[in-house]
């Protein structure tokens, strides 16, 4: 019976190992998408397009997201 004690108590921890690995793992994603939030924000604010007014910024995005992205991006020939 100590044996299986032993056992379940190695899995216990081997689990909790995993879930404290897992929760590092989910920060260390949250910051990656925070920096590529903040590229993404100077990208557009290099492009001019933070100075646009809010309506026609608007419009632009609306129709990005109409056409999608990749459509868009042919369409303008980039």
């Known amino acids: 019976m100590d044996k ?3 056992m379940a108590k190695t899995l216990e921890q081997e ?3 995993i879930a404290a690995e897992q929760n590092r ?3 260390r ?3 990656l998408e925070d920096r590529e939030r903040q590229n ?3 990208v557009v604010e290099k492009a001019g397009l ?6 026609k910024l608007a419009r632009i995005v609306d129709r990005i997201k109409t056409l999608g992205p990749d459509e868009a991006q042919k369409r303008l020939g980039a």
């Open 50 to 55: 933070l100075k646009l007014e809010p309506k």
């Open 4 to 6: 299986e004690c032993l």
């Open 29 to 31: 994603l949250k910051l």
């Open 25 to 27: 793992l989910d920060a």
């Open 40 to 42: 993404a924000i100077i």
């Open 15 to 17: 689990r909790a190992a």
